[in-house]
C-alpha cells in the first residue's frame, strides 16, 4: 500500500504545465515488470499478438472517446508503447497558473492523464479477458510523457518511433521472452 511518508513519490509532470492546453505530447507507457506481452520483432518489424492488437486498437480509439483530440505516429513494442498524442483545443476545465494546493486539488481535470488513464483502463481490461485473469496488472503505474515544443522535435520524435523496432535487439529486455 502507498504510504506518502515513506514511498516519496516524484511527480513526472512538469510543475506548472497544464496538460490539457493544446499540444502535442510523446507518451511512453510500459507494462507491468516490462513484462513483454504484446508480440514480437522479427526482422526489424513488430509483429503484434492479439493483445498487441488490442492495445492498437484501443489507441486508435482516443480520438472517437476524446474529441478534441489528435493521434500521430505510434508504435506498440513487445513491452511497451510509444505514441504521439495532439490536443487541438484547450480542454474545459483546464488549470493554468494554480496555487500548489489547487493545482493537487485540480490535477484530475487534465485531459492528459485522463487519456492515458482510459487507454490503460480499456486495453487491460480486455487483454485480462483474453489472459482469462482478473485484474491482472498490464501496465505499470505511471508513464512517461514529454512536451513537443516545435516541428523539429515533433519530426525528430516520429522517425524514433517509427525506427524503434529497428533498435529491439539493443533492449535490456531484449531476448528475455517469446510470445
Known amino acids: 500500500m502507498y504510504n506518502p511518508d515513506i514511498h516519496k513519490r516524484r511527480s513526472i509532470r512538469l510543475k506548472g ?38 492495445v492498437q486498437q484501443y489507441w486508435n480509439k482516443i480520438p472517437r472517446h476524446f474529441p478534441n483530440t489528435a493521434i500521430d505516429e505510434f508504435i506498440v513494442m513487445p513491452n511497451h508503447v510509444h505514441g504521439i498524442i495532439c490536443i487541438e483545443t484547450n480542454f474545459v476545465g483546464a488549470i493554468h497558473e494554480l496555487p500548489l494546493h489547487e ?31 482478473r485484474s491482472n496488472p498490464v501496465w505499470q503505474r505511471n508513464y512517461y510523457e ?29 531476448g528475455l521472452h517469446k510470445s
Request: proline letters at 2%; a positive charge; hydrophobic letters at 35%.
Open 103 to 133: 493545482y493537487k486539488r485540480q490535477r484530475r481535470k487534465m485531459l492528459l492523464p485522463k487519456i492515458i488513464g482510459w487507454f490503460k483502463m480499456q486495453s487491460a481490461k480486455q487483454i485480462n479477458q483474453i489472459r482469462n485473469t
Open 17 to 54: 504545465y497544464d496538460y490539457s492546453q493544446a499540444g502535442a505530447y510523446f507518451v511512453t507507457i510500459c507494462t507491468k515488470d516490462r513484462e513483454c506481452l504484446f508480440g514480437d520483432i522479427t526482422n526489424g518489424e513488430m509483429q503484434l499478438n492479439i493483445m498487441g492488437t488490442v
Open 146 to 174: 514529454h512536451i513537443i515544443r516545435n516541428e523539429q522535435e515533433l519530426n525528430t520524435i516520429r522517425k524514433y518511433i517509427l525506427t524503434n523496432p529497428l533498435k529491439w535487439e539493443l533492449d535490456e529486455y531484449y
